[in-house]
C-alpha cells in the first residue's frame, strides 16, 4: 500500500491534507465532490472527531475513484495499466481460471502457455515483517462485531454479486467469520467497482462469499 501510495503521489494522484478535517460530514463532503469530479485520491493526515478530538490515524478517501487508479492498481504480470479496457481484460482472465475449458487440441494448449506463465507469476510472496506489521492488536483490542459495514475493492464481478480479488482468500476467510448465521452481528458487505469490471458469469466455489451489494459509477 506505501508503494502504491507513493506512485500516485509521484503521478500527480494523490493529494496530502495537514490541515485537521473532521471525520464528521466535513471529510464526507470533500470526498463527495472528489468523487463526481474524478479528482485525486486524498490522504487527511491529521482526521478530528466532531469535538476537535484528534484521531490517532490519517484517513486515505477516494483512492479508487477513477478507472485509472484501479487499473493501476492491478499489477498482474507486473504490467502497467492505466485504462477500462485493461481492467476489463484482468476481469475476463480472472473469471477464466475460475472456470477453465481444457484445450480441444496442441495449438489451444500452445495458446495457453501466457496464461500459463502469468499464473505462477501471481503466487503470493510471504515476508517475516511489513509495515502493516507496526500496529498490532490483538486480545481484547480487536471487535470485529462493531463493524457495521464492511467495503470491499474487487477486481472482477457479476450480476450475482459473486467477486474476484487478489487478496489470497482473505476476505473469504474473514466474512465466513463476520457473517456465520448465529454471529450477534453481521455487518453489510458492500462490494466497490467500476462498471466495466462486471463480467458475464463467475463460477462461485463453496468457501465464495457474495457481497451484498455493488456500488458502481452507474
Not at 482526521?47 to 483512492?63: I, Q, R, S
Not at 511489513?130 to 463493524?147: N, S
Not at 475493492?153 to 450480476?159: G, L, R, Y
Amino acid at each position: 500500500m506505501r508503494d502504491f501510495l507513493a506512485m500516485l503521489e509521484t503521478q500527480g494522484e494523490l493529494v496530502r491534507v495537514a490541515h485537521p478535517v473532521s471525520t464528521v460530514l466535513e471529510m464526507t463532503e470533500i470526498q463527495t465532490r472528489l468523487l463526481a469530479e474524478g479528482g485525486p485520491a486524498v490522504l487527511f493526515e491529521h482526521p478530528v472527531m466532531e469535538d476537535g478530538t484528534p484521531l490517532p490515524m490519517p484517513v486515505l478517501v477516494n483512492l479508487f475513484g477513477t478507472v485509472k487508479r484501479v487499473a493501476l492498481g492491478v499489477t498482474m504480470g507486473d504490467e502497467v495499466r492505466t485504462e477500462a479496457a485493461q481492467l476489463r481484460t484482468v476481469g475476463e482472465t480472472l473469471a477464466f481460471l475460475r472456470q477453465p475449458e481444457p484445450p480441444g487440441g496442441l495449438k489451444d494448449a500452445l495458446e495457453l502457455l501466457p496464461l500459463a506463465r502469468q499464473v505462477l507469476a501471481m503466487k503470493p510472496g510471504t515476508k517475516k515483517s511489513a509495515p502493516c506489521q507496526e500496529v498490532v492488536l490483538t486480545g481484547d483490542e480487536i471487535d470485529p462485531l462493531e463493524l457495521d459495514t464492511v467495503v470491499v475493492p474487487m477486481v472482477a464481478f457479476d450480476d450475482a454479486h459473486q467477486r474476484i480479488g487478489m487478496g489470497g482468500g482473505y476476505y473469504d476467510t474473514t466474512f465466513s467469520a463476520l457473517r456465520r448465521p448465529r454471529a450477534p452481528r453481521r455487518p453489510k458487505l458492500v462490494g466497490v467497482a467500476f462498471e466495466c469490471q462486471k463480467v458475464r458469469k463467475i463460477k462461485a466455489n463453496p468457501w465464495d462469499i457474495a457481497v451484498c451489494e455493488v456500488l458502481t459509477e452507474a
